[in-house]
């Protein structure tokens, strides 16, 4: 069966993505196209799936580099089917408990600090004098859930 191959125009019309997104996805090696003899770039119609599951993915708060992840490990760059979706998903699921818990504390956190009034930099979780946060990691490490050496909000 021959495959049907669509110009970059065309398939940035079909997917929503940008030409210049279609081009990075290339470069990132999320997709493949090949040029025609003019020099202009062809992809073939099944790369409309695998672009649609990279926007899902990206829509789930996926970085790239973990959907290149995924799709690296299907042979010979094809879309995920309903077998390797089951896989990837499952192999997701706990990173997406883990960002939802995370959201869920600044949520709360947020919360609290806006509802107490103080609106004060002093008593904000986002307050970090002479940089005290630095030794627990990276981010916003009182809104991420390590205690403040002072009670805050």
């Excluded at 073939?44 to 799936?49: G, K």
């Excluded at 990691?137 to 859930?145: D, E, I, K, N, T």
């Amino acid at each position: 069966m021959d495959r049907k191959w669509l110009a970059i125009g065309q398939i940035a019309k079909r997917s929503g993505v940008n030409a210049s997104a279609l081009r990075f996805y290339e470069e990132k090696g999320l997709i493949q196209s090949l040029r025609s003899d003019g020099g202009q770039r062809l992809y073939p119609q099944d790369a409309l799936r695998r672009i649609a599951f990279i926007r899902v993915a990206q829509g789930m708060g996926l970085s790239l580099g973990e959907i290149a992840e995924a799709l690296a490990g299907l042979p010979d760059g094809r879309t995920p089917d309903r077998h390797d979706w089951e896989r990837i998903a499952g192999q997701w699921q706990a990173l997406l408990d883990r960002r939802i818990e995370a959201l869920q504390l600044m949520k709360r956190k947020l919360g609290a600090c806006i509802g107490c009034g103080c609106l004060s930099l002093e008593h904000c979780g986002l307050y970090n004098p002479e940089d005290q946060a630095a030794a627990k990691g990276r981010g916003p490490r009182y809104l991420l859930g390590d205690l403040p050496p002072e009670r805050y909000c």
